[in-house]
């Protein structure tokens, strides 16, 4: 059964940078694509950032030019260094991969940007 962990969260002032990490265990292959989601207190879900092939990355206007999403030298770990937080990037983060077309999810980390 593929799991996946997210770690990294916690409480940080407007401005400030956090990283999220997140590990994939119960395969041999490897996920592809790998993605972060968010849903913030009385929101949908959505899409945060997209990483397809190590290589080709996507991200929502929201985060553009804030948020890098990486994968990591061991397999199915991937990253999201997010910098020049702002409160409404408050949410519950959630990793996301895909194997054989089946969904894996984790069960999301909070981020709470307040000052």
């Known amino acids: 059964q593929v799991q996946l962990v997210e770690s990294g969260g916690g409480l940080v002032q407007p401005g400030a940078s956090l990283r999220l990490s997140c590990a994939a265990s119960g395969t041999m292959f490897d996920l592809n694509p790998m993605d972060w989601y968010r849903q913030a207190p009385g929101k949908e879900r959505e899409f945060v950032a997209s990483i397809r092939r190590m290589l080709y990355e996507q991200y929502a206007d929201s985060v553009k030019g804030r948020f890098t999403i990486s994968r990591g030298n061991a397999k199915n770990t991937l990253y999201l260094q997010m910098n020049s937080l702002k409160p409404e990037d408050t949410a519950v983060y959630y990793c996301?991969?895909?194997?054989?077309?089946?969904?894996?999810w984790g069960k999301g980390i909070l981020v709470t940007v307040s000052s």
């Open positions: 996301r991969g895909v194997l054989r077309d089946t969904e894996y």
